[in-house]
């Protein structure tokens, strides 16, 4: 089975631009999420998404948007970007629902990220 | 809110053994424990669930203790293998997964 794939690898924006994130997750994974990592920070929470359904949101400002499709791909966006932007921005899907458990005990598989640099 | 990790580093030697603890502020349904290696995605170790027994995975293993909300991963006779960011993460409800800043364990010959 392919893994969860992001696209793209790498991105450098200028502040003020707006920027788009792809994910597609593991075949037969309804649920994505997604994850801002920066040093020291570790992973902070961004989306959760099932069957097109936003689940929660994290603490980002409304900047931050994010959708999934029918097809459980998932996009986020970022709009005027800053600086402090600048992360790898990490999506995971997983299997859960009525047939693949709870999202509590259900593993995160996690793609390669995308790695943003904004200046 | 985010679980706390301890120690934030540690260095070991091959062979020797390690502790990572990971506490949170909120009762818990269950954690996760995931591992980081320099420029990889995180990776699945292993989910211990509310009521459940302790997870090992080949030398690695984990508790959870539900009272006190804490979890601890054992990293027995280390391997060069073993070294990365290890992260912790909690899940409360139906909250999503909450991760910790993670410990970077390096392991040297």
């Known amino acids: 089975k392919a893994g969860v794939t992001q696209t793209p690898r790498y991105l450098i924006k200028t502040r003020g631009q707006q920027v788009t994130l792809s994910c597609s997750p593991i075949?037969?994974?309804?649920?994505v999420s997604w994850y801002q990592q920066t040093p020291g920070q570790g992973l902070q929470f961004l989306f959760e998404?099932?069957?097109?359904?936003?689940?929660n949101k994290g603490n980002f400002p409304g900047r931050f948007s994010g959708r999934q499709f029918s097809n459980s791909r998932s996009e986020m966006n970022v709009s005027t970007l800053e600086l402090g932007d600048s992360a790898l921005y990490l999506c995971?899907?997983?299997?859960?629902?009525?047939?693949?458990?709870?999202?509590?005990?259900?593993?995160?598989?996690f793609g390669n990220g995308t790695r943003l640099t904004v200046t | 809110q985010q679980p706390v990790q301890s120690p934030q580093a540690v260095i070991l030697r091959e062979g020797e053994d390690a502790v990572i603890n990971c506490s949170s502020s909120?009762?818990?349904?269950?954690v996760h424990w995931y591992r980081q290696k320099h420029g990889e995605a995180p990776v699945f170790l292993m989910i211990?669930?509310?009521?459940?027994e302790q997870k090992g995975h080949d030398k690695i293993s984990a508790s959870f203790n539900e009272k006190k909300q804490q979890s601890s991963l054992y990293l027995t006779a280390s391997q060069l293998s073993y070294s990365g960011t290890y992260f912790c993460?909690?899940?409360?409800?139906?909250?999503?997964?909450?991760f910790g800043k993670g410990t970077r364990l390096s392991v040297i010959a």
């Open positions: 995971a899907s997983s299997l859960w629902g009525p047939s693949g458990g709870s999202s509590y005990n259900s593993p995160l598989h």
């Open positions: 075949s037969g994974h309804r649920s």
């Open positions: 998404y099932f069957s097109e359904t936003q689940r």
């Open positions: 909120k009762a818990l349904y269950s």
């Open positions: 211990l669930l509310k009521g459940g």
């Open positions: 993460g909690s899940h409360s409800g139906n909250t999503p997964l909450v």
